[in-house]
């Protein structure tokens, strides 16, 4: 069977897994904080976990087109995560923080990336 994203290199596949379990785990924690209520659910924190989703969704998309625009949304969703990893930590929720940490790193690790 022939590799859906062969033209994609290792780096290319750890930060895509990277964007991608980030992305989907600031739409869980949306739910979740909303739920908890108090600070967990203040607008600022709730809009940078919606904005961080969406760069994390926008940058895999870049990623898996091989786009050569990838380092800047790369870029941008590093600087995105690392506020939302932030925020995640300062409310007590560590694991959401690791996994918006760890996009961030892959996410600063593409900036000179080449395809």
Same mark, same amino acid.
């Given at each position: 069977m022939r590799e859906v994203h *062969?033209?994609?290199s290792k780096e290319d596949h750890e930060c895509l897994? @990277? !964007? *991608?379990?980030?992305?989907?785990?600031?739409?869980?924690?949306?739910? @979740? !904080?909303l739920e908890k209520g108090g600070r967990h659910a203040q607008p600022?924190?709730?809009r940078l976990l919606q904005d961080c989703s969406q760069i994390c969704h926008t940058a895999a998309d870049f990623?898996?087109?091989?786009?050569p625009l990838h380092g800047a949304v790369c870029e941008a969703c590093a600087q995105v995560c690392?506020?939302?990893a932030?925020?995640?930590?300062?409310?007590?929720?560590?694991?959401?923080?690791?996994?918006?940490?760890?996009?961030a790193q892959s996410c600063h690790a593409m900036k000179t990336h080449k395809h």
């Open positions: *062969e033209h994609l897994h @990277h !964007c *991608e379990e980030c992305h989907d785990s600031c739409l869980h924690m949306i739910q @979740h !904080c600022e924190h709730i990623i898996l087109r091989g786009s690392e506020a939302c932030k925020s995640c930590a300062d409310l007590g929720d560590n694991d959401a923080a690791k996994i918006c940490g760890r996009c």
